[in-house]
């Protein structure tokens, strides 16, 4: 067989093994020497390269020949895209010994220890209070969700229209008609929107720019479902027209 030198720099080849069921495709420098080439290999079958004999398929997997020149440079080989370069192992290894990972040995710690390591993911998240660490921003997050059931519950018994009293803390009760109840753009949650029977309000029934229902200047106001009261509550004489 003539060996012929071919001007292309890079080959792109498939790689079997007697130590491995597959094939791996890789692109290598024709510059590189055979002993170089087998260090490179290395890392693709798992054989060590003075244990190596290599052998050359075409395309077609036809035998062409040995690799078996150390100096020889790989493309001094008539080696091409496609051609097959298979490595037979004569370290002792059998087949697949280098696939089956249940042999490889792993590095196990116990869960005390892994607690006490500064440098972890999980102490990490401990000084932090991060994921399921939080403990404090959960307890909160449990505290807003239950406060938006409780509120959700509330507003629903609170029919639009309705006469209502109002029971703020510190302040005396206030009598009024149930114009608005849901969601708002201002704050979070359920708000109820109360048109007062007196001036006794912030608002005339609308919020930044958003009108929610219709009142007069200083009669609307806005509160949350636990302090509102439904029922017969007639209007009464604030005497604020009284000079």
């Not at 890392?43 to 035998?63: H, I, Q, R």
């Not at 002792?92 to 993911?121: F, H, P, T």
């Not at 939080?134 to 938006?148: D, F, L, P, V, W």
């Not at 007062?196 to 509160?223: H, M």
Request: a negative charge.
């Amino acid at each position: 067989m003539e060996v012929t030198g071919l001007s292309a720099p890079t080959v792109n080849v498939f790689i079997s093994s007697s130590l491995n069921s597959f094939r791996s495709q890789k692109r290598y420098s024709r510059s590189l020497t055979i002993a170089e080439f087998k260090c490179k290999l290395q890392l693709v079958v798992g054989s060590p390269a003075s244990c190596m004999e290599l052998e050359l398929y075409g395309p077609d997997d036809k035998f062409y020949s040995k690799l078996d020149q150390e100096d020889a440079l790989l493309g001094s080989y008539p080696v091409d895209d496609g051609c097959r370069i298979h490595v037979i192992d004569h370290s002792g290894a059998r087949l697949g010994e280098y696939e089956d990972m249940s042999k490889v040995e792993k590095y196990e710690i116990s869960q005390e220890a892994y607690d006490q390591r500064q440098n972890s993911v999980r102490s990490f998240l401990k000084r932090n209070k991060l994921g399921r660490y939080s403990e404090e921003e959960r307890a909160q997050q449990e505290a807003e969700s239950s406060q938006r059931l409780t509120e959700e519950a509330q507003a629903g018994a609170i029919p639009v229209g309705s006469r209502c009293e109002v029971q703020a803390p510190g302040q005396p009760p206030r009598r009024g008609t149930v114009m608005y109840v849901g969601l708002t753009d201002f704050k979070p949650g359920y708000w109820i929107g109360v048109r007062y029977d007196e001036p006794l309000g912030k608002n005339d029934g609308s919020v930044n720019g958003k009108r929610y229902f219709e009142c007069q200047a200083k009669y609307g106001a806005f509160v949350k479902p636990s302090i509102v009261t439904v029922g017969d509550f007639p209007e009464e004489d604030y005497g604020l027209d009284e000079m």
